[in-house]
């Protein structure tokens, strides 16, 4: 690691100045992804701008939402009694991600802003478009079991390794965030991008940004839901492809849906034309697999990820089969 100055912020708008004064500059809180990205010299910051004494720890309760603070980890999330009571979606998600050792440190800001875990992002030695742009991209024609079926360009086929991301896609929260010109609030499906020709932009924030706090409307989805990880391994493993589910049954018919894929794509992929096409309908066994075969309407594989399309397909039928369940 190259050596760099460090900083501490005291205010929100004071880490907004001084990451715009340094364009090489980063902000930091847990940095249980930031830390490893520049000790393998992916990343290498001038500067970097400590965000751990800013007032954005808190989980509010108002009217009509929960303002969950960017500086939050991801362990007082997941156990905070409330939210497990009234979003229990993002309890389950927040649980199935990382180690608990690495919950304990882990922000929910940072969780947003974590990158891809696909191999050749992270051997310096093999391209990547995106950690240098322009270089091509190693997983097309190579090694790509992890990568996309969704949204994929001929520049990048990686895809976002969050599970609480998948949750707060399906649950429509947005992001509030802070930066030069003032606040403004994105919603949740619009906050990360697919790759496109610039793969190395993951997310729609300006550079200068900094995330204080995610808001999540109130919803009914309180009993039936459940967030469905499929990995090579129970513990501290990324998903082949997980599924995020939120029901709202009343008398055996659906009155309202939520769903998202992991995994998949360069971001959350939320499920909008299944999430319609169950809308109003009777629970069955038969109708979670045609919601499973519609969700995958559009995947495409790259060889050595070609299970993801079937793999996918039944893990949604499974995931709401076990959400209606409850």
């Known amino acids: 690691m190259k050596n760099f100055q460090i900083i501490k912020a005291l205010s929100s708008s004071s880490a907004v100045t001084g990451k715009a004064k340094d364009n090489s500059s980063m902000f930091i809180a847990?940095?249980?992804?930031?830390?490893?990205?520049?000790?393998?010299?992916?990343?290498?910051?001038?500067?970097?701008?400590d965000i751990n004494g800013l007032d954005l720890k808190k989980i509010e309760f108002l009217k009509g939402k929960v303002s969950i603070g960017a500086l939050a980890k991801n362990s007082q999330v997941a156990e905070d009694a409330s939210i497990k009571e009234k979003y229990p979606l993002l309890a389950l998600a927040l649980a199935a991600g990382a180690s608990q050792q690495i919950r304990h440190m882990a922000t929910v800001g940072g969780n947003?802003?974590?990158k891809t875990r696909c191999s050749y992002?992270?051997?310096?030695d093999m391209p990547c478009n995106k950690r240098v742009p322009k270089s091509g991209c190693g997983a097309i024609g190579g090694s790509n079991r992890m990568?996309?079926?969704?949204?994929?360009?001929?520049?990048?086929?990686?895809?976002?390794?969050?599970?609480?991301?998948?949750?707060?896609?399906?649950?429509?929260?947005?992001v509030l965030v802070?930066?030069?010109?003032?606040?403004?609030?994105?919603?949740?499906?619009?906050?990360?991008r697919l790759p496109g020709n610039m793969p190395e932009k993951d997310n729609?924030?300006?550079?200068?940004?900094?995330?204080?706090?995610?808001?999540?409307p109130d919803n009914n989805f309180t009993k039936n839901v459940h967030y469905l990880?499929?990995?090579?391994?129970?513990?501290y493993a990324f998903?082949?492809?997980?599924?995020?589910?939120?029901l709202d049954i009343k008398n055996n018919t659906i009155n309202d849906v939520r769903l998202a894929l992991g995994g998949v794509a360069h971001k959350p992929w939320r499920l909008t034309e299944t999430e319609k096409f169950l809308k109003g309908k009777t629970v069955s066994e038969d109708l979670f697999k045609q919601a499973g075969h519609l969700s995958m309407k559009g995947a495409k594989g790259f060889g050595d990820n070609n299970f993801k399309l079937t793999l996918g397909e039944n893990a949604v039928a499974e995931a709401l089969t076990i959400a209606a369940s409850k």
């Open 239 to 246: 998903a082949l492809v997980s599924v995020a589910v939120a």
């Open 178 to 192: 802070e930066g030069p010109k003032g606040k403004r609030e994105i919603n949740f499906t619009d906050f990360h």
């Open 147 to 174: 990568a996309a079926v969704f949204g994929t360009s001929d520049s990048c086929i990686a895809v976002h390794p969050s599970d609480m991301c998948v949750a707060l896609a399906a649950l429509d929260a947005k």
């Open 121 to 124: 992002y992270y051997n310096t």
């Open 30 to 49: 847990g940095g249980t992804n930031l830390v490893d990205l520049m000790k393998k010299n992916i990343v290498a910051p001038d500067k970097l701008v």
């Open 229 to 235: 990880k499929v990995r090579d391994r129970t513990s």
């Open 204 to 216: 729609t924030l300006d550079s200068r940004e900094l995330i204080t706090a995610v808001e999540i």
């Open 112 to 114: 947003m802003l974590q």
